[in-house]
């Protein structure tokens, strides 16, 4: 075989990309292709000889050096056509986006502007030199259809936001690849209604901690139970949490204007505790408990919804209705008030 046999080696191009040409058109030149970029220069230019040329079985240009390892993604190459059926109309999409027809534009004039970026059989690709390939450029308009292809067919049957993205990232380029995948796949619906939800285990739970007496309370409130003779219907329940000890009130409202009255002579008689807990029902959350605790600098603590453990006056809550239901008759329910400050209350106040 020839050496001119080899197609990087030709005698009938027109254009010589070396900055300093030294061809004369008018004479039959021999010309050699960069097998990155696919330029054409003139052997004179390049100072090689029939010789030298004789002994590579490829060139790279000075504007490729260093880039001798990267190859073409001929896999790429499979992926465009079976998305359009056929790479001219791809290469037909590079040239009507504005950012790639510039890029595509500079390659050919030999402006290494964009070193990242090489012309290979007539795309603009993306050199990357990790994966040692280059990658074919996406252009904008083109972008949902390739997350697509590879996000909701049989091959790639809705995998998750990192494998999508590494399977795109083997074959193609644009930037802000890595967010446009993100969110394509969040939005999508048969994701949304076929992957299982993934949440983080719950946090170990942390004991409350009190140092001395009336240093944290918690309060809750008992009811309704059936209205009693005295027209009472709740129990308020304040528990101090170091020493156990609890106060009953029994309520014939459990309006926030009557927890805050309550509160306000137990401050008074014993003075205002550090912390408050309570859980987040309509009367703890009321703006007349929030008024009376900024006003006795009493920092009020909230029981996560639907988790009355982190309120250990539950427990209290459980004693108390034990105890009731000792001493309530079971035919008559409107005394049980009677027995809260005479039973209850002695047992509980004994802590």
């Known amino acids: 075989m020839l050496f001119l046999d080899l197609p990087f080696l030709q005698y009938d191009q027109n254009v010589c990309f070396h900055s300093e040409c030294k061809g004369d058109p008018s004479e039959k030149v021999f010309w050699i292709q960069c ?47 079976h998305i359009l059926s056929d790479v001219n109309q791809f290469i037909i999409r590079q040239q009507s ?139 308020l329940v304040i528990t101090d949490h170091f020493s156990r000890f609890s106060f009953l009130m029994t309520l014939k409202r459990s309006r926030g204007k009557v927890l805050r009255a309550v509160l306000r002579q137990l401050f008074c008689t014993w003075g205002a505790c550090n912390k408050l807990v309570s859980d987040n029902g309509p009367q703890m959350v009321s703006k007349d408990v929030a008024e009376l605790c900024i006003l006795w600098g009493v920092k009020r603590i909230f029981a996560t919804p639907y988790h009355p453990q982190a309120n250990w006056v539950e427990r209290v809550n459980r004693n108390i209705v034990s105890m009731l239901c000792c ?22 106040f004994r802590t």
């Open 35 to 81: 097998e990155i970029c696919e330029k054409w220069y003139h052997w004179l230019c390049l100072g090689l000889s029939k010789k030298d040329v004789e002994g590579i079985d490829h060139y790279n240009c000075e504007g490729c050096a260093g880039l001798g390892n990267v190859v073409s993604t001929d896999q790429g190459q499979a992926e465009v056509a």
């Open 97 to 235: 986006d504005p950012v790639i027809s510039g890029i595509k534009k500079q390659l050919l004039d030999n402006d290494l502007s964009h070193p990242k970026y090489v012309m290979a059989e007539g795309l603009v690709k993306y050199v990357d030199n990790n994966s040692h390939s280059n990658k074919v450029v996406v252009p904008g308009e083109l972008v949902v259809e390739v997350i697509a292809h590879h996000h909701c067919t049989p091959t790639s049957p809705h995998l998750g936001m990192r494998k999508t993205i590494s399977k795109i990232r083997e074959k193609f380029y644009w930037k802000n690849l890595k967010s446009d995948v993100e969110t394509f796949v969040k939005k999508c619906r048969q994701c949304q209604l076929s992957k299982p939800m993934y949440c983080k285990p719950s946090g170990y739970m942390e004991s409350t901690t009190s140092r001395y007496p009336w240093d944290v309370m918690a309060m809750d409130l008992l009811g309704p139970f059936p209205e009693s003779n005295a027209g009472n219907l709740y129990i």
């Open 327 to 348: 001493f309530v008759k079971a035919d008559v329910h409107t005394d049980w008030d009677v027995h809260v400050p005479v039973h209850v209350c002695f047992e509980l």
